[in-house]
């Protein structure tokens, strides 16, 4: 079995999703070239945001038709703003404006309601219930994300996207532990244990969905 896939960000989710694969699948090894797989690999690209991913999955599509080697198309992307069914019809009616369609494999869409960044405010341990940063305890006022579910939070600006405040959340959950997060260097949240958490999370409660629907995924094809 041979897996493919293509998340949404250059930066962030091209570095967690290859260290998370290690630990949730073991078994398969990435290749740098989608024409070097052969068994239990995986290749994995970036499609540089939207829209510019539509065209890396197109892209992808008419690549995986043609060598027959792969089993999954795997999309991860973000919901943004809009909704989780509305971020798969336009992925979708992308494939469609080409009349591209899967050969021999499957598609697997996974949507980070809202971005990577709400699945990582799941993390329990990292959270400071009485932090000392002002901005901080009016986000847990406004929503407590280590009793509440992440992907549920509204945005608490009005100038602003739900991505933006779940990062800046994020960023400042962790300058509480005298640790950093940026899209650019995400390092604290690819190990093992800050993986082991968000699974601990999905187990103990009904929250992150999407993160779950992801997990499931990769339950079921190791």
Request: charged share 25%; aromatic share 10%; glycine share 4%.
């Amino acid at each position: 079995m041979n897996l493919y896939f293509i998340v949404e960000g250059r930066r962030t989710e091209y570095k967690i999703y290859p260290a998370w694969l290690q630990q949730l699948l073991p078994e398969f090894h990435r290749v740098a070239v989608p024409t070097e797989a052969q068994d239990k690999n995986f290749y994995l690209a970036h499609g540089q945001g939207i829209p510019s991913l539509y065209r890396f999955v197109q892209d992808a599509v008419e690549e995986l038709n043609d060598l027959g080697t792969f089993d999954f198309l795997v999309i991860c992307l973000d919901a943004e703003e809009g909704s989780l069914e509305q971020a798969r019809v336009d992925l979708m009616n992308s494939l469609a404006k080409r009349n591209l369609k899967p050969r021999g494999y499957e598609l697997k869409v996974i949507v980070q309601n809202r971005c990577i960044e709400t699945w990582l405010l799941g993390n329990r341990k990292v959270f400071q219930r009485n932090p000392a940063d002002e901005v901080l305890r009016g986000y847990i006022s406004h929503f407590d994300v280590s009793q509440n579910d992440p992907e549920q939070m509204p945005n608490i600006h009005q100038d602003s996207t739900h991505a933006a405040f779940h990062l800046d959340y994020l960023k400042r959950v962790f300058r509480e532990r005298n640790m950093e997060y940026s899209k650019v260097s995400p390092t604290a949240v690819m190990t093992p244990d800050y993986l082991d958490q968000l699974i601990l999370r999905t187990q103990q409660t009904d929250h992150l969905q999407t993160l779950k629907d992801f997990l499931l995924f990769c339950q079921k094809i190791s």
